[in-house]
């Protein structure tokens, strides 16, 4: 299941990317329809995301701060391809006494190659939406902390030890939805703000093109 998962991101990356890799050859490479973002996402809103906490019995957290990295090729006047990385690291503790507790890291990684289409389009601004489809990488585990006693100096001293009762992997097909405006402060620098449908729920952040 893995392996048809990647065939299928490979195949959308070769079926979209290559055309108009083909063409940037054959007609030269305009730098002002590249673009590189990076974003800071607030609240991580996926199924398999809820699930992975409901099975491990924590809540799932109330908010997310992702990191999100960027790059899009607008190869018609309101349409572009891109791909967009996702990373977000989380930590959760469940305290049962004072010396014993619960906790959760959990770590993922998504790459989500993606269609965008400008509704409206200026020299400066620009409303959009966006459709995204590709693989989710995530590793989770749970640490048990229990106390111990141990004599420290001749008295009764109390100590603490880990237990990792799991370390799982993950790795799944997703998609995503979005609309969004871009504005550019200058010609090869803008700002962005985003809201998202199975992804990070709002995401703001900087736009840079080459210079030409």
Known sequence: ????????TLFFLF????PIIVSGQKKG???????FSIAYG???????WRE?????????????????????????????????????????????SFSEKYSCYARVVRFMPFVSYNLIKTKRFSFYTTIAAGLYFLKYK???????????????FPFT?????????????????????????????????EVGLNKSVFQIGVIVKPRK
């Open 1 to 8: 299941m893995k392996r048809l998962y990647l065939i299928m």
């Open 142 to 156: 749970v640490v048990h902390a229990y106390p111990i006693d141990r004599n420290w100096m001749g008295l009764p």
């Open 42 to 48: 607030y609240k991580t809103d996926t199924k398999w």
């Open 161 to 193: 030890a880990d237990e990792e009762i799991m370390n799982k992997k993950q790795i799944g097909f997703d998609w995503a939805g979005g609309a969004g405006l871009k504005f550019f402060f200058k010609k090869n620098i803008g700002m962005f703000s």
């Open 29 to 35: 490479v305009n730098k002002k329809n590249h673009s």
């Open 52 to 96: 992975v906490f409901d099975k491990i019995q924590f809540e799932a957290p109330e908010k997310t701060e992702d990191i999100l990295i960027k790059y899009e090729f607008e190869f018609k006047d309101k349409t572009g391809i891109g791909i967009e990385a996702v990373i977000n690291d989380e930590f959760k503790g469940k305290d049962i």
């Open 15 to 18: 079926k979209f990317f290559c």
